[in-house]
């Protein structure tokens, strides 16, 4: 419906709607439609004064632009919601300190000021911003490699298209075109708008595919047409006057290539991840000769509740976060938008007891979890995963690719200096492969395998999944037996270094935000 276009006076309370939708998929939709109420309306209108009156102060307000060299200073003072855009970008960065670099933020608050109130602006980024890798890149690295894994894919789906682009020299000013402009210097505003009713949603991966449709669309015409004319730049902008966003969109989810026997679909999304995190490998490859030097990694801040003196005032106090070790390896681990929050105990088989209903109950309302798991059979060692989702009982799979395990030993234990975490990937060997009706059929299995990101049911949870059955790590119903084998995707060794082995404490831990406690949804 959304690729159809949203109707003008909707988009407000569409849009904010989407993001939250997306951000939080595990809600039920109505959490998403309250924000499309008057009284979601008063609730963040109140906010956003408060963060002006408490926090912030009007005469600090300055130009942040988050890398953004598009847009200038002497620019925006030229339209009237210049103020408007430094004020919400200004909070935002007050919110989000930690993101320094993420130049399509500029671009999309000025889009959404168009057709948002600035606290709308600022709940949506906010929101965007806990989801990044759903919306856009948070650092200079990963800024490149998704403009080279957009390149990588138009070559694969339309090389003809992608050489004439390069003996051109416009591939990276395109590339930053569309993750840097959001298409707006090649686009009329009408059109962007528009895509814009669907990245709400979908995210990134809609830019990958409107930018592809537009460069082949604009192929063609320059062979027939402009190719004459010399100018390639300028001929991409008149073309893009005149072309229809329509057909923009329904080129954009078409099938690619020519012919019966090359014919490609769009790379799904966890391909997608796996060729920017590549390119990103690349791009540290090219200014370190492979030796990547990371600054030293503050560790993650833990919240330590107080006990009442009466036993119905006792709360779970954390144990195996307590370790400095442990969350400084988690804050090096954790994506960055996360890097700098509080972990909060939120179940504890201490004190919740040992039931995965107790488990499921006490985490049902939080989407980031770290769960801790003490192995009985290796001594000062920590073993766990990181779920981007909330568990819950289903008969699906869930989780993404943002999902980790990984294993921290502390000072003394039998394997010190052998913490390790294991993220997932797509193989290199399916990256970008054709997708033909046999190949999906032989594939189909072993898809479902490669994506076992989360799985719960009343019986055992389970991250990462093989073709034996195993599981990356497993705990069962009662929380006393865990398991641990190579999982494809995530290629770990055993957490525990042994297959099976027996459950100490287990604890799981919401993140919440640094600034004011508020849990990361």
């Known amino acids: 419906m959304i690729r159809k276009g949203i109707p003008p006076p909707l988009r407000c309370a569409v849009w904010i709607s989407n993001i939250i939708q997306a951000c939080h998929p595990h809600q039920p939709l109505s959490y998403a439609h309250e924000y499309r109420t008057l009284a979601k309306v008063r609730v963040l209108d109140a906010g956003y004064e408060s963060l002006y009156k408490n926090t912030l102060r009007e005469g600090d307000v300055k130009p942040i632009l988050f890398g953004n060299t598009s847009i200038t200073v002497a620019a925006v003072k030229e339209f009237a919601g210049g103020d408007s855009l430094w004020r919400v970008l200004f909070a935002l960065h007050s919110v989000l300190g930690v993101v320094e670099y993420a130049p399509l933020v500029p671009t999309v608050a000025s889009i959404l000021l168009g057709h948002m109130s600035e606290s709308y602006v600022f709940c949506s980024i906010r929101e965007m911003a806990h989801c990044n890798s759903w919306y856009w890149a948070t650092s200079k690295p990963e800024h490149v490699a998704y403009q080279r894994a957009f390149l990588d894919v ?38 962007v708008v528009r895509i814009m009713d669907i990245y709400t ?89 492979g030796a990547v030097e990371t600054p030293p990694t503050n560790p993650v801040g833990l919240v330590v509740p107080k006990n009442g003196d009466n036993d119905d005032d006792k709360v779970p106090m954390p144990v195996l976060a307590k370790s400095t070790l442990v969350r400084t390896k988690l804050a090096e681990w954790l994506p960055l938008s996360l890097r700098f929050t509080k972990l909060d105990l939120i179940f504890s088989t201490n004190y919740h007891g040992r039931t995965l209903e107790n488990f499921y109950r006490e985490t049902k309302k939080t989407k980031h979890t770290i769960m801790l798991v003490e192995p009985l059979n290796v001594e000062n060692t920590v073993v766990g995963c990181y779920a981007s989702q909330t568990w819950h009982p289903s008969t699906k799979v869930y989780g993404d690719g943002a999902c980790f395990l ?37 594939t189909a299995n072993s898809t479902a395998i490669l994506e076992q990101y989360q799985v719960g049911t009343r019986e055992y949870i389970s991250m990462g999944g093989n073709s034996q059955g195993g599981a990356g790590l497993r705990l069962n119903e009662d929380l006393t037996k865990g398991e641990s084998s190579k999982a494809t995707g995530f290629d770990n060794l055993p957490l525990a270094y042994e297959e099976m082995f027996e459950v100490g404490q287990v604890e799981v831990y919401q993140l919440v935000r640094e600034m004011d406690g508020i849990p990361i949804h």
């Open 154 to 191: 138009l070559s694969k789906l339309h090389p003809s298209t992608a050489r004439t682009m390069n003996a051109e020299q416009m591939s990276d000013r395109y590339a930053a075109g569309i993750f840097t402009d959001f298409f707006r210097n090649m686009l009329p505003e009408t059109s």
């Open 201 to 289: 949603l979908e995210g990134t991966k809609v830019l990958f595919r409107i930018g592809v449709a537009l460069a082949v669309l604009f192929h063609r015409q320059w062979k027939d047409t402009y190719m004459a004319g010399g100018d390639w730049w300028k001929s991409l902008q008149d073309f893009g006057t005149n072309v229809s966003v329509d057909l923009l969109i329904k080129k954009a989810y078409g099938v690619h290539g020519k012919g019966v026997r090359k014919r490609y679909r769009f790379p799904r999304r966890p391909i997608l991840q796996r060729i920017i995190q590549l390119e990103e490998e690349r791009y540290w490859n090219e200014r370190t000769g």
């Open 406 to 442: 990984f294993r921290i030993t502390t000072e003394g234990g039998e394997g010190e200096g052998e913490s390790k975490c294991w993220k997932w990937h797509y193989p290199k060997s399916n990256l970008l492969e054709e997708e033909e009706d046999d190949a999906s059929i032989r």
